[in-house]
């Protein structure tokens, strides 16, 4: 039998910026060393404030409460349903989240008490700025990097590979995720920074680099 010594209560409000202010512990215990990595991610399930949600859902990760995450939602609503904490109901489960975005519908498929597949809607998106320029002090060999501003239910910058000479793949694997990040750090600089408008916790970029993977 394995003796626990420590236990966690948690006791919330459906708020990501109270836990970041107040309850920020609670994310550091579990997700930083030595018990976890910077990959790894929390789920937190709390009753919602909307009476249209089913569940108020926060997400932790080891840097930052996203405001939705779509790979989280699906294994979040996997969990609930395959430990019994939400009654599956075949062939299709639905369920909504209330998010620090917003609403979001989340069904999936079941079958023999098992989750098959998972598919939601997410929050409505929109474009903060189309084509925006900013420079990058860190790549300076790439000059003005022109890239969009948009909302998915986090602020995205969105960069296309191919205008910067980069092919997205295994190899270029490390120097994209220094590439997003740096321009992450130059956004964060820059004269603009996007305010979500019904929400203005919600702000700053989250870089994202698309293209065809090779």
Known sequence: MVKINRHIQVVGC????HFQDNEDQIRQLLLQEPRRRSAMCVGLVLPPTNPKADAGFIIMESDEYPPMSG???IVTFTVLLETGMVKMVEPVTRLTLDTPAG???VDADCEDGKVKAVSFNNV????????????VPEFPELGT??????????IYAVVDATTIGLKINHKNGPLLIRLAE?????????????????????????SRIHGTVE
């Open 14 to 17: 459906h708020c990501a910026v």
């Open 71 to 73: 790979g989280n939602t």
């Open 103 to 105: 609403l979001v519908t």
């Open 124 to 135: 409505p998106s929109f474009v903060f700025k189309l084509d925006y320029q900013v420079n």
């Open 145 to 154: 990097i022109t890239l969009d501003i948009v909302w998915g239910g986090m």
């Open 182 to 206: 740096a321009i992450k750090a130059a956004l964060s600089k820059s004269d603009y920074i996007p305010i979500h408008p019904e929400n203005p916790d919600i702000k700053g970029v989250h």
